[in-house]
């Protein structure tokens, strides 16, 4: 009788000086053994639905979403309602930069970095001696702005996003916030 054991992978302990201390939960989730077996897959596509993110910050560049159909140059080329989206949306100030805003009255550091914060907990590039390391490192991450500098939004504009995310190809959808009531639309 022959049985089937499971593939036992050794754990990998990514270069990045943040891996190991600032991000404590690594080590709670498994993640170095989960690394072991993969690190993620450049034909996945995360959404991240949020007060936008940082398109320069160097731990999520080479992991940014690309919209391959659209060229920088003033008209709609996918013919998907949104001129020169490149690299996601901004639902809040409705044009082609996905990134934070720090302009306005009542800004919030907190709030402004969220979706950065997020999209690097998702997919910042690991073993690259940089910063902290994603639980997937090649995964691509689609940057919505759907919250303000203060991380206030509304649901037509979340739901804007959610729809601009499944049209356009993302298979994961990150909503990683919360509000009072319940929508049905939404739901």
Avoid: C
Avoid at 65 to 92: C, H, I, K, M, P
Avoid at 122 to 129: D, M, S
């Amino acid at each position: 009788m022959l049985f089937a054991l499971p593939a036992h992978a050794a754990p990998v302990y990514p270069a990045d000086p943040d891996a190991s201390g600032a991000q404590w939960y690594l080590q709670k989730i498994d993640a170095y053994e989960a690394w072991g077996k993969t690190t993620g897959s450049r034909n996945v596509v995360v959404a991240v639905i949020d007060t936008g993110v940082d398109l320069d910050h160097i731990d999520l560049a080479p992991n940014l979403w690309r919209n391959t159909a659209e060229v920088l140059d003033g008209v709609d080329n996918d013919g998907n309602g949104y001129v020169d989206d490149l690299q996601g949306w901004d639902f809040v100030d409705g044009d082609n930069d996905p990134t934070p805003s720090l302009n306005g009255s009542g800004v919030r550091a907190q709030a402004v970095h969220h979706g950065t914060i997020i999209a690097g907990i998702i997919v910042a590039v690991g073993n690259n001696g940089i910063g902290g390391a994603g639980l997937n490192w090649q995964v691509k991450v689609m940057a919505l702005r759907a919250l303000d500098s203060r991380g206030r939004g509304n649901v037509g504009t979340v739901i804007q996003a959610v729809q601009y995310a499944v049209r356009n190809g993302a298979q994961i959808i990150n909503l990683s916030f919360v509000g009072p009531g319940f929508d049905r639309d939404l739901f």
